[in-house]
């Protein structure tokens, strides 16, 4: 995989968490006010925890892209 694909595959997976917790968060606050019973709580809180994992995911890897890129340019110094 190259840089930018992984670049864009984690800032992909950010938005997707995003999107998702805040989703997971609007339906934890319809349950706990009572406005809609028939949601459940329990799946909203496991997704979020999962979106959390994705989250971590996503931003290790910009964290790695972002080395790569540092390496790859004091590669490219030496070389010059």
Known sequence: MDIASA???AT???QRADQEMQRNAE???RVTAG???N???N???VESTQ???LARASVNTVQSVDEAEQTLGRI???EA
């Open 27 to 29: 339906t934890v606050a």
């Open 51 to 53: 979106n959390e994992t």
């Open 7 to 9: 670049f864009h595959s």
């Open 76 to 78: 490219l110094d030496t």
């Open 39 to 41: 949601e459940d709580l």
């Open 12 to 14: 992909a997976g950010l």
């Open 35 to 37: 406005v809609d019973e």
């Open 43 to 45: 799946t909203a809180l």
